[in-house]
């Protein structure tokens, strides 16, 4: 199936939408958190429905292996290895390879083998790469809730202009109404396009308050001018 034109910033966000809230499903440390296979099984799939490859690299010359010795308890030396380096991740568009996004990132691990401290240091820094530079958000509740708040979110524009508009509304047709023209035809004119209900606080769409207020003007373009009355003396 052929994929929809779109640049790297553009597939990145399809990613992180469609890879969603991610659950903390594993325990370690006295503190729960989402397994690196359950990130990558959503975002790899992303990336390739959307045609996104990513590459990681380690600065030249800035890999540091450390010996590391702290007292556990009183009769307990802990001899370790810190591992650290400067990392670069980089997001390609598969169906642009000229496009990429770069991003400067760093691994620590600390173990008592030196490899194994590397390769920890590996799969955290991947685990929190993919979760912070997509902004994927993680939750130990139901989803659903975070879904929830972010649709509230989502909509909150969209009601402060649906808000404005339905004030609009109202105040036109009171400045009709006032203007002389008949309160029933004014509702009339709401409920025609807001489902019979005439109230136009009720309304629930920016399309049903763009054709409430063109029929208003037509209205008011077309009511009649009202005659200046003359008082003795005044000529007419």
Known sequence: MERTEMNIHQKL????????????????????????????????????????????????????????????????????????ADTIYTWVNVDKPEETVEVPWVLVGQMEDASQAFGAAETYCNRYF??????????????????????????????????????????????????????????GIVGKYNNGNQNPSSIKSIEVCTAVMKEFETLAANKPATTKKTTKGESK
């Open 130 to 187: 993919l979760m912070k530079s997509l902004q994927l958000a993680t939750s130990e509740a139901d989803p659903d809730n975070y879904r929830s708040k972010q649709k509230e979110a989502e909509n909150y524009d969209d009601e402060k202009v649906l808000n404005a508009a339905v004030k609009e509304v109202v105040a036109m047709g009171s400045q009709l109404i006032k203007s002389g023209i008949a309160k029933d035809e004014v509702m």
């Open 13 to 84: 966000l399809k990613i992180a939408d469609a890879a969603g809230i991610l659950q903390k499903t594993k325990s370690g440390y006295n503190y729960k958190y989402v397994p690196e296979e359950e990130i990558q099984a959503k975002v790899t799939a992303g990336m390739q429905k959307y045609g996104v490859m990513l590459y990681h690299s380690i600065v030249p010359g800035t890999l540091q292996v450390m010996p590391y010795t702290y007292q556990k308890t009183k009769d307990k030396t802990i001899n370790e290895f810190i591992v650290h």
